[in-house]
Nanobody, 120 residues
Framework: QVQLVESGGGLVQPGGSLRLSCAASGSILSIYGMNWYRQGPGKQRDLVAT???????NYADSVKDRFTISRDNAKNTEYLQMNSLKPEDTAVYYC??????????????WGQGTQVTVSS
């Protein structure tokens, strides 16, 4: 069984920074693409950033140049460094990853989410 556990959310003032972490655990063979999504109040869940196993990253236009996604393959962990935070970044942030636990079987997993609130 695979679990993704996020941490690092909280309350921050506009212009501040937070770093989210997502640790994968269980009988993992390999982790491929890792992603961060977010869902604001009354909104749909949107893709924020993606990172390949080799470290190639892509971002939503709304967070480009403010957020940085990274990963540590040895620790099965991904990160989201969020700088210059705005009130509109307020959302529940979810990590997501494509993981194999058995050779030839790739599945997509979600974390439980962590709340980020940007407010003065």
């Amino acid at each position: 069984q695979v679990q993704l556990v996020e941490s690092g959310g909280g309350l921050v003032q506009p212009g501040g920074s937070l770093r989210l972490s997502c640790a994968a655990s269980g009988s993992i063979l390999s982790i491929y693409g890792m992603n961060w999504y977010r869902q604001g109040p009354g909104k749909q869940r949107d893709l924020v950033a993606t990172i390949s196993r080799s470290g190639s990253a892509n971002y939503a236009d709304s967070v480009k140049d403010r957020f940085t996604i990274s990963r540590d393959n040895a620790k099965n962990t991904e990160y989201l460094q969020m700088n210059s935070l705005k009130p509109e970044d307020t959302a529940v942030y979810y990590c997501n990853a494509d993981i194999t636990v058995v050779v030839g079987t790739l599945r997509n997993y979600w974390g439980q989410g962590t709340q980020v609130t940007v407010s003065s």
